[in-house]
C-alpha cells in the first residue's frame, strides 16, 4: 500500500497549489493502492471522495507544499476511517467482566484467549479461561496447554456438555473464586452457518458480557468487514479483534472494518507469541501505512507541517544552538499534529519497541511540559540561561505551574540535552555544552 502511495505524492512534486487538475492522477494512484489493498469499493469512493473535496477547497497553506499537504489530509482521514481514537476495552463495574470470544475457525481464537489473558494480567487484573469449542479435544487441549503457559486457570467440562452450561458452570466457578475477567472460547466453524450462530447466542444469553468480540484474521481482507457485520447483525458485537498483522496482509481489513460495519477494531494480533496482543492505534496504523519509518522522514515531514519559515528560522537556531522554549513548544506540539507520541517514539531507533504504559506516560509528560513552560515568562523562554542560572527563578516557575522544582530543573536540562541531539540530527557534528545547574 505504502509504495503505491509514495506514487501519489512524487507526482506534486513542483506544483504550487493542489487543484482539482493536478491532484486527479494522484488521487488515481491513491485509490488504485487501496483497492490493491482490498479495500471495499465503497470505502474506496467515499475515501477518495472527501480526501479530493477537502485538497481542494484547502487553498495555500504558506510554506506548506502540496504534496506534503495531501499527505497530512489522506493521514487524517485514514485516521478518522480507522475510528479515530483507540477504542478500550470495557470492564463490569461489578462482577467479572466476562468476554465472548467468536469467530470463524483458524483466525486465532483459541490462541487470542491466551494471548488476552496475558495482556489483562500485565494490568493487574487476574483472569480465567473457558474451554467451549466442543467440537474436537484436540481444542481443549490447546488452551489447557496455553493457559498454562501464560499461568492462568482454564474451566474444562469435556465435549458432551452444552456450550452454553459450560459458560454458565465457568461463570460461577469465576465468581466463586473471584475472578476479573472471564474469557470464554468457542468453537469456529469454515463458513457462517446457523448452528454457530445459534450457539453463541444461547452462550451470549447465559453470559451476558460485558464484551463481544469477533476474531478476524486480516489476511481476509475486506472479507473481514463483511464478517463483522454479519456478526454485528446476528449476535451483536462491541468489537473486533484483528488477527495475523505479522503476516503479509495488504491493510484492507483494518482499513475497512469500521466504516463498514460500525464496530470498531480494538485489538490486533502481531505474531504467534503470547506478547503479541496490542490495542489497535488508528493513528499509528495510519502512519504505518504512510511509510513514514525513520527519524530523518520524520523530521523531514515535522518540518514540512510547520511554516516554512518556522522550519528555517528553527534550523537557524538549531545550528546556533538558540533552541529555546519557545521551539522547543512548537516542535513538540508540531509532533502531536504529526500523529500521536506513539509513532514518533516509535521512530526513535533504539527505542524498540514501546509499550501502551510507555506511551501514556510520555503522553503525560508533554502536559506537564507544558504547564511548566506556560508559566515562564517571555524573557525566560527565549533564553533557557536565565533558568539555568536562577534557582528562584526555578522556584517560581514550580509554583506557578503546580510541579515540583525537580520537575523544572528536568525540563531546563532537558533543552540543553535537546539543543546537543539537534544539532547531531542536523548532521552538525560539533554538539553544545551543556551547563550544569547552579543552586
Ligand atoms: P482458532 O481456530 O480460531 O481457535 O485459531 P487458533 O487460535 O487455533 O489459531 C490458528 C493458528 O493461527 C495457530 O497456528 C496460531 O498460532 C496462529 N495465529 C493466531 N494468531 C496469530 C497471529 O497474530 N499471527 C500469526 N502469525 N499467527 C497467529
Ligand atoms: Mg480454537
Given at each position: 500500500l505504502s509504495s503505491g502511495l509514495e506514487a501519489a505524492w512524487t507526482k506534486?512534486?513542483?506544483?504550487e497549489v493542489l487543484t482539482k487538475e493536478n491532484i486527479a492522477e494522484p488521487m488515481r494512484d491513491i485509490r488504485r493502492a487501496l483497492l490493491e489493498a482490498d479495500v471495499s469499493l465503497p470505502v474506496v469512493r467515499r475515501f477518495v471522495q472527501t480526501v479530493s473535496d477537502q485538497a481542494v477547497g484547502m487553498g495555500v497553506i504558506r510554506g506548506v507544499k502540496p504534496d506534503q499537504q495531501l499527505v497530512k489530509i489522506v493521514h487524517d482521514e485514514l485516521v478518522k476511517l480507522m475510528g479515530g481514537e483507540v477504542s478500550e476495552l470495557q470492564f463490569s463495574k461489578s462482577g467479572p467482566t466476562v468476554i465472548l470470544l467468536a469467530g470463524l475457525q483458524g483466525v486465532g481464537k483459541t490462541t487470542v484467549c491466551a494471548k488476552l489473558a496475558c495482556y489483562l494480567k500485565k494490568q493487574g487484573k487476574s483472569c480465567m479461561l473457558i474451554a467451549?469449542?466442543?467440537?474436537?479435544p484436540a481444542a481443549i487441549d490447546q488452551l489447557v496447554i496455553l493457559g498454562e503457559q501464560v499461568s492462568v486457570p482454564v474451566y474444562t467440562a469435556g465435549t458432551d456438555v452444552k456450550p452454553a452450561d459450560i459458560a454458565k458452570q465457568g461463570l460461577k466457578e469465576a465468581k466463586k473464586n473471584n475472578i476479573d475477567v472471564v474469557i470464554m472460547d468457542t468453537a469456529g466453524r469454515l463458513q457462517i452457518d446457523k448452528g454457530m450462530m445459534d450457539e453463541l447466542k444461547d452462550v451470549k444469553k447465559v453470559l451476558n458480557p460485558t464484551e463481544v468480540l469477533l476474531v478476524v484474521d486480516a489476511m481476509t481482507g475486506q472479507e473481514a468487514a463483511a464478517l463483522v457485520t454479519t456478526f454485528n447483525v446476528e449476535i451483536g458485537i462491541t468489537g473486533a479483534i484483528l488477527t495475523k498483522l505479522d503476516g503479509d496482509s495488504r491493510g484492507g481489513a483494518a482499513l475497512s472494518v469500521k466504516e463498514v460495519s460500525g464496530k470498531p477494531i480494538k485489538l490486533v494480533g502481531r505474531g504467534e507469541r503470547m506478547e503479541d496482543l496490542e490495542p489497535f492505534y488508528p493513528n499509528r496504523m495510519a502512519g504505518r501505512i504512510l511509510g513514514m519509518g525513520d527519524v530523518l522522514s520524520f523530521v523531514e515531514k515535522a518540518q514540512e507541517v510547520m511554516r516554512q519559515e518556522d522550519a528555517e528560522d528553527l534550523q537557524k537556531k538549531i545550528m546556533s544552538a538558540k533552541f529555546d522554549f519557545n521551539d522547543f513548544l512548537k516542535q513538540t506540539r508540531a509532533v502531536a499534529k504529526m500523529g500521536s507520541m506513539t509513532r514518533v517514539l516509535g521512530m526513535i531507533p533504539g527505542m524498540g519497541k514501546v509499550s501502551p504504559a510507555q506511551i501514556r506516560e510520555a503522553e503525560k509528560s508533554l502536559i506537564i511540559m507544558e504547564a511548566m513552560i506556560e508559566a515562564m515568562t517571555p524573557e525566560e523562554r527565549e533564553k533557557p540561561e536565565l533558568l539555568a542560572e536562577s534557582p528562584e527563578r526555578r522556584k517560581r516557575i514550580a509554583k506557578d505551574s503546580g510541579k515540583t522544582e525537580q520537575q523544572v530543573s528536568q525540563l531546563v536540562a532537558q533543552i540543553f540535552q535537546m539543543r546537543v541531539k539537534m544539532k547531531n540530527l542536523m548532521g552538525v557534528m560539533e554538539g553544545g555544552s551543556i551547563p550544569a545547574l547552579s543552586d
Open positions: 506534486l512534486k513542483g506544483e467451549g469449542d466442543v467440537y474436537r
